[in-house]
């Protein structure tokens, strides 16, 4: 295995979040389907979110924008970041926190008017995807898009209601796509499974499309009975 880029990628944080359902940080990344440029997401040091992509220019790390004016990050899933087909900008779903409650906001890149040394294209700015009518909070969120579509969909867990939480963007709104609590009464319809356990072990679901029929598929531990679950979008 082969160091991929000439120079480091930054300095990753070593600090827990202060929340009890978060056990540890991670990192997301992603190829630039346009390019095939690798894109990493991390929290560094500081406790904002990075995202650095490897110029094919020059083989090096650079700062896709910045994430400062929104704040510092509590988590961030190996899910988080996916691109958009369509125009070949990353997006971003991770936690942050507001008076000890843990939600989770949504970025989506857009193209600025600066271009950066050794990048060929414009620099990028960072814009909110209405994070505040998605509520969702809990664990690290997963975000992925509907193939060959602008259509985002992200999945959590609630801890404050028991229940994982599948919603999509429709580009003014999030739509709930469906819920399961772990009680195993399933609110609203159509469920995503009859039961998910406790999540004592906090995990994030994995979401994943099948590309041949754009439908999502949704994975998770199911506590209660110690086995896997995998559901499909009806």
């Not at 995202?51 to 094919?56: A, D, F, P, R, T």
């Amino acid at each position: 295995w082969n160091t991929v880029g000439k120079n480091t990628i930054g300095t990753a944080t070593n600090t827990l979040p202060n929340f009890n359902y978060v056990k540890h940080h991670s990192c997301s990344f992603a190829f630039n389907p346009s390019n095939n440029e690798p894109y990493v997401a991390f929290i560094n040091n500081a406790g904002y979110l990075t995202v650095k992509n490897l110029s094919s220019v020059d083989d090096t790390w650079y700062d896709v924008g910045s994430l400062n004016r929104y704040g510092q990050v509590a988590s961030i899933s190996t899910n988080a970041l996916a691109f958009n087909t369509l125009t070949n900008m990353p997006c971003l779903a991770y936690s942050v926190t507001n008076s000890n409650f843990m939600y989770t906001r949504v970025v989506t890149a857009k193209a600025g008017k600066l271009a950066l040394s050794g990048k060929t294209g414009p620099s990028i700015v960072w814009r909110d995807v209405k994070s505040d009518s998605l509520k969702i909070g809990g664990v690290a969120p997963t975000l992925a898009f509907v193939p060959n579509t602008e259509t985002i969909y992200v999945t959590g867990f609630d801890p404050a209601g028991g229940v994982f939480l599948v919603k999509k963007s429709n580009g003014s709104t999030w739509d709930y796509l469906g819920s399961v609590y772990c009680s195993g009464n399933t609110y609203p319809v159509p469920s995503i499974g009859p039961s998910c356990g406790y999540n004592n072990a906090y995990q994030t679901p994995t979401l994943l499309f099948n590309t041949n029929t754009n439908k999502a598929f949704l994975s998770y531990a199911v506590e209660l009975t110690k086995m896997y679950e995998l559901r499909m979008e009806p």
